[in-house]
């Protein structure tokens, strides 16, 4: 079974491949304006997160609806939609090695989606992402670095880079760097299921966003 899903993946990243433009923005590995999170962890399997993004000032675009679902333990995929330009947005990451909590082993993640906040470019990228712990329940340190490229051509590349800090498990002031621009925020955990966020995207246009997480299985 294993087998028959990898071997989709790899279907799906060679059609991507050939697309020449996306049709939409979406996450990289830590977009604040996708996750509201530094490393852009995956969503455990049969788990769905439903986010609204709003940019009051925004010259292109306002408003993006997005929801997301945990495929299997190491692969989730997006679909959203950008309402004042009527683009469809979507992505997929998949983690062939899980982080181990227990030791420094870091996760890495594959994915393909637009690294760049509003941007179309459509983008594959490779990250590795680590979370610390540091004292339990009280403060806590994820931080994650890749490399990205764009497609079907691969003639640009950028750095990626994220860094978040989590307090108290409930306040996480967060910063990215998508190759181009610097993004900074703060995410409040409100409970398990609802995050609150707010941002400077590119250290100056503001944002909001509230997401929903659920499980449908239980």
């Not at 604040?32 to 993004?53: E, Q, R």
């Not at 181990?100 to 941007?119: F, H, I, M």
């Not at 967060?174 to 995410?187: E, I, K, N, R």
Request: charged share 15%.
């Amino acid at each position: 079974m294993r087998f028959h899903v990898i071997l989709i993946i790899v279907s799906l990243f060679c059609a991507l491949a050939s697309v020449n433009t996306a049709t939409g923005q979406e996450c990289g590995p830590g977009c604040p304006v996708c996750s509201g999170k530094a490393a852009g962890n995956l969503l455990p399997p049969a788990t769905v997160l439903g986010s609204g993004l709003y940019i009051p000032d925004g010259e292109e675009e306002t408003t993006v609806l997005k929801l997301r679902y945990g495929v299997v333990s190491w692969m989730d995929a997006g679909i959203g939609y950008a309402v004042d330009t009527e683009e469809l947005l979507w992505s997929v990451r998949v983690q062939p090695i899980g982080e181990d909590y227990e030791s420094w082993r870091p996760a890495l993640v594959l994915g393909t989606g637009s690294v760049q906040t509003g941007g179309s470019d459509q983008s594959a990228y490779v990250q590795i992402a680590k979370s610390l712990e540091v004292v339990e329940g009280v403060f806590g340190i994820s931080a994650a670095g890749g490399y990205a490229t764009d497609l079907p051509d691969a003639e640009e590349n950028w750095g990626l880079g994220a860094l978040a800090v989590t307090l108290y498990d409930r306040v996480s002031p967060f910063y990215t760097y998508d190759g181009v621009s610097s993004h900074a925020g703060l995410s409040f955990f409100a409970t398990d299921w609802l995050t609150l966020s707010g941002y400077a995207l590119e250290m100056e246009e503001a944002a909001v966003s509230a997401s929903l997480q659920w499980c449908i299985v239980e």
